[in-house]
């Protein structure tokens, strides 16, 4: 999953936060929902701009930020 066709970071929406596809929509706040035990149905049906390519983009935005986290913190 290539996340960067999916997110993205713009300085004057949401204070420059990783959003979904230029939307107002943070991966914090999907990643949240998921930890909530949202469903994807329940959070599609309340952001029907959503698709779960996104999901999946927000996961693999995670992991690719935990492990760039992972490295940086062994090297240091």
Do not use: Q, W
Request: charge should be negative.
């Amino acid at each position: 999953m290539n996340y960067r066709n999916y997110i993205t970071i713009e300085p004057n929406k949401r204070s420059g936060k990783p959003c979904l596809r230029g939307l107002r929509i943070t991966v914090y706040e999907v990643l949240e929902y998921l930890a909530s035990d949202m469903t994807e149905a329940e959070i599609l049906e309340d952001f029907p701009d959503l698709t779960r390519e996104d999901f999946k983009a927000c996961i693999a935005y995670a992991a690719n930020r935990e492990h760039r986290f992972m490295t940086a913190s062994i090297s240091a």
